[in-house]
């Protein structure tokens, strides 16, 4: 189902390249480094489907990887196409949206310190 949060409005380079900004149907704005979404890559290749665990590890992965391409999959998720070739992971909005590293978004429920 989708919902103004977990539909992008406006996606689109920031202004000095380096990253990938979404802008959501409610307003938030979410930042995501090229190297982090790679790396969130929820495809077969990278994450084994029996266990849910990545395969993919940090030194798969060059540290200057970028998307080629991004092309929308239906109204639900983005496909990326990365300059290493890979291109089989869909990236749901939902997903997408849960990957915000934003300070809003890392600390979940009312703020309040925690010892954990
Ligand atoms: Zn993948
Ligand atoms: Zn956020």
Excluded: K
């Excluded at 409610?26 to 190297?35: A, N, T």
């Excluded at 929820?42 to 395969?55: I, K, L």
């Amino acid at each position: 189902m989708q919902t103004p949060t977990t539909t992008p409005r406006d996606i689109n380079p920031t202004e000095d390249g380096t990253a990938l900004r979404i802008v959501w149907e409610d307003g938030h704005e979410s930042v995501y480094l090229p190297f982090d979404l790679r790396m969130s890559c929820p495809c077969a290749g990278c994450v084994d489907e029996g266990s849910g665990r990545r395969t993919l590890t940090e030194a798969m992965v060059a540290p200057n990887v970028y998307p080629t391409a991004i092309h929308y999959v239906g109204r639900y998720a983005l496909q990326f196409v990365w300059s290493d070739g890979h291109d089989t992971g869909f990236y749901s909005f939902d997903l997408l949206r849960g990957l915000c590293g934003c300070e809003e978004c890392e600390m979940p429920g009312p703020p309040r310190r925690s010892s954990q």
